[in-house]
T-cell receptor, first 114, second 114 residues
């Protein structure tokens, strides 16, 4: 069965610092990969996704993620954190072998310090 | 255009009562998902519907949970004989089609079982 592991339930960075949120998946076949963000008192929205093609994908608000098959990882980065980035971030996977059940990680709450 | 809507936004019920949660997907979206988000937890997949195909019910935690989707649009999640552990936020998401993979989430229904 597929699983998603997000390292660190809480991450704190200073404004202007690099943001790195880690996501690893377990799957015998590389799945489709997603990052979603949930701002306080708001619904989840898609940040970015990887399905095929270029392994470095860019999303909204300056975020990007790189699919590394050899490491079964899909880490999310942003070069310079902004206060408005404070939110909860979820990594998710959907199999590409038939079936569309999506598995979410437990989430990482990002805090941004002034 | 209108996003995914869910009703009610909040529901408080007594243990043992039945509840119905409603989801209106984005018009034209053929795929619909239900998730449960417990406090401090990630999203737990419950069920998805795709067009007229049989739904994937593999995530429903017990036979007290059921869902239906009428006319390929509105969906209702029913929880019978509610228990305190059912307290959570129930999220609905829709997708233009399963193969597009990205999901658009509603604001959720917060269910509290007393």
């Amino acid at each position: 069965a597929q699983s998603v592991t997000q390292l660190g339930s809480h991450v704190s960075v200073s404004e202007g610092a690099l943001v790195l949120l880690r996501c690893n998946y377990s799957s015998s076949v590389p799945p489709y990969l997603f990052w979603y963000v949930q701002y306080p008192n708001q619904g989840l929205q898609l940040l970015l996704k990887y399905t095929t093609g270029a392994t470095l994908v860019k999303g909204i608000n300056g975020f990007e993620a790189e699919f590394k098959k050899s490491e079964t990882s899909f880490h999310l980065t942003k070069p310079s954190a902004h206060m408005s980035d404070a939110a909860e971030y979820f990594c998710a996977v959907t199999p590409n072998t038939g079936g569309f059940k999506t598995i979410f990680g437990a989430g990482t709450r990002l805090f941004v310090k002034a | 255009g209108a996003g995914v809507s869910q009703s009610p936004s909040n529901k408080v019920t007594e243990k043992g009562k039945d509840v119905e949660l409603r989801c209106d997907p984005i018009s034209g979206h053929t795929a619909l998902y239900w998730y449960r988000q417990s406090l401090g937890q990630g999203l737990e997949f419950l069920i998805y519907f795709q067009g007229n195909s049989a739904p994937d019910k593999s995530g429903l935690p017990s036979d007290r949970f059921s869902a239906e989707r009428t006319g390929g649009s509105v969906s209702t999640l029913t929880i019978q004989r509610t228990q305190q552990e059912d307290s959570a936020v129930y999220l609905c998401a829709s997708s233009p089609r399963l193969a597009s993979y990205e999901q658009y989430f509603g604001p959720g229904t917060r269910l509290t079982v007393t």
